[in-house]
T-cell receptor
């Protein structure tokens, strides 16, 4: 089955700096890659997603890139703010296949210091 | 539009007991998935339901079961509880089987 590795497990940055979180996946059939943000005590919330027919997607201060050949994708947050502090999860799935469940990485705790 | 609703939010059980958790998806969403979240293992997939049928199942023992009703509401059951079952159980709904997931707040289960 799919295996998703996420790095780093913790990341501390100064307000205004950029943050990058990287994930690798094992199943070449995976074609859908969402990112979720989970604040302390809250539910995971979808912040951005990318499909395998696209190499990059941006939404204001966040962007995701996908390298299908290397089977890795990354989340980039620019001009970080204290409210960006949360656990971020990447995930992968082979949508349209018989086994389309989302497999999550173990998460990255991002701390943005004021 | 109301979000995904899970009940109960918190519960405490003892080893050997059983528990039933409930999930009401976003109105119009027909697919429901369940995940177990623990500090060490992250989000682990339990099951996925669509049109009252289990479409996918994760690598959990048979003590974990679920079902979906005709109104898309779902329940999961854990029998013969073990200490290691202590976790946050998250339900997520999606419009269709392969579309974006929207999570509920979760049911936090503590097994003593």
């Amino acid at each position: 089955g799919e295996n998703v590795e996420q790095h780093p497990s913790t990341l501390s940055v100064q307000e205004g700096d950029s943050a990058v979180i990287k994930c690798t996946y094992s199943d070449s059939a995976s074609n859908y890659f969402p990112w979720y943000k989970q604040e302390l005590g809250k539910r995971p919330q979808l912040i951005i997603d990318i499909r395998s027919n696209v190499g990059e997607k941006k939404d204001q201060r966040i962007a995701v890139t996908l390298n299908k050949t290397a089977k890795h994708f990354s989340l980039h947050i620019t001009e970080t703010q204290p409210e960006d502090s949360a656990v971020y999860f990447c995930a992968a799935s082979a949508q349209g296949g018989s086994n389309s469940k989302l497999t999550f990485g173990k998460g990255t705790l991002l701390t943005v210091n004021p | 539009k109301a979000g995904v609703t899970q009940t109960p939010r918190y519960l405490i059980k003892t080893r050997g007991q059983q528990v039933t958790l409930s999930c009401s998806p976003i109105s119009g969403h027909r697919s429901v998935s369940w995940y177990q979240q623990t500090p060490g293992q992250g989000l682990q997939f339990l099951f996925e339901y669509f049109s009252e049928t289990q479409r996918n199942k994760g690598n959990f023992p048979g003590r974990f079961s679920g079902r979906q009703f005709s109104n898309s509401r779902s329940e999961m059951n854990v029998s013969t509880l073990e200490l290691g079952d202590s976790a946050l159980y998250l339900c997520a709904s999606s419009l269709e089987l392969h579309s974006s997931l929207f999570f509920g707040e979760g049911s936090r289960l503590t097994v003593l």
